[in-house]
């Protein structure tokens, strides 16, 4: 007897529909999706005017679909129940008592990127605490540099169309093809800093946690940037080992949930 799947073949399509939407850095046709699911046009024309009924897409002018703002709020709803900073925090404090300083976690939340949540280390002299839904200027914090790397395209520019590139210390990045630049070499080199472009005295290190190629959180260290010159490299590998510990944490969640 020949065991039937428990999935529900439409709903993995629509999934992917979305899926393909989403990295797609210009809108998708109905013609463009059906061929790349392997659907007929017209089964593809009733998903989509399903996905659309639902506000889950949105129709282009130019006749091609983006994803709608029901996702953004499922999104949102995902954050704010927990999920994954409640998974998070653990290796978050981990990470703050092994190198003694100031840690914290930053996520996309509505068209920003924030901190989510935060952990104090043990040395005497400590950079003062991002307090939770703090935000701006991300272009001038390793996190936000970092959640601006890996964050799709689209999101990256409206982004950076909505907020200007103020400079906030004497190294701020100010020139938006510097910034291009930067964003390039985090993405090559896998974690971003911020050399006391966001306050005097401060350096920070951020590392992704990233799920099939795709960034969930950026994990923070911040430090004075005298004890951040001497320990950067022991920071770099102790940030990469927690962003790690974090990916699994998450997959295995994934997995058994």
Not at 16 to 28: C, E, F, G, K, R
Not at 159 to 187: G, S
Request: contains cysteine; aromatic residues 4%; hydrophobic residues 45%.
């Amino acid at each position: 007897m020949v065991k039937r799947s428990s999935h529900i073949a439409s709903v993995s399509r629509a999934f992917t529909v979305m899926t393909m939407i989403a990295d797609s850095a210009a809108p998708l046709s109905a013609k463009d999706l059906a061929a790349a699911v392997g659907t007929p046009l017209p089964t593809m024309y009733h998903m989509i005017n399903t996905l659309l009924a639902e506000n889950v897409l949105l129709r282009n002018g130019i006749g091609g679909y983006r994803l709608g703002p029901r996702l953004g709020i499922l999104s949102d709803a995902y954050l704010e129940q927990g999920e994954p900073v409640a998974l998070l925090e653990t290796p978050l404090k981990e990470m703050a008592a092994t190198t003694g300083e100031t840690a914290y976690i930053s996520a996309w939340r509505n068209g920003n990127i924030e901190v989510v949540a935060t952990a104090e280390g043990h040395h005497a002299v400590r950079v003062m605490q991002l307090q939770r839904g703090a935000h701006g200027h991300a272009h001038a914090r390793a996190s936000g540099k970092l959640l601006l790397a890996y964050a799709r395209p689209g999101l990256r520019e409206q982004y950076l169309r909505e907020h200007a590139l103020d400079a906030l210390t004497e190294h701020t990045i100010i020139d938006a093809d510097e910034l291009k630049d930067d964003l390039e070499k985090v993405r090559n080199r896998g974690y971003a800093t911020d050399l006391e472009e966001f306050t005097a005295d401060v350096s920070c290190l951020a590392v992704p946690v990233l799920i099939n190629g795709r960034i969930i959180a950026a994990f923070t260290i911040s430090s004075p940037t005298s004890r951040f010159e001497r320990r950067r490299e022991e920071m770099i590998a102790v940030a990469l080992r927690t962003a790690d510990d974090a990916r699994r944490l998450l997959v295995n969640e994934k997995a058994t949930g």
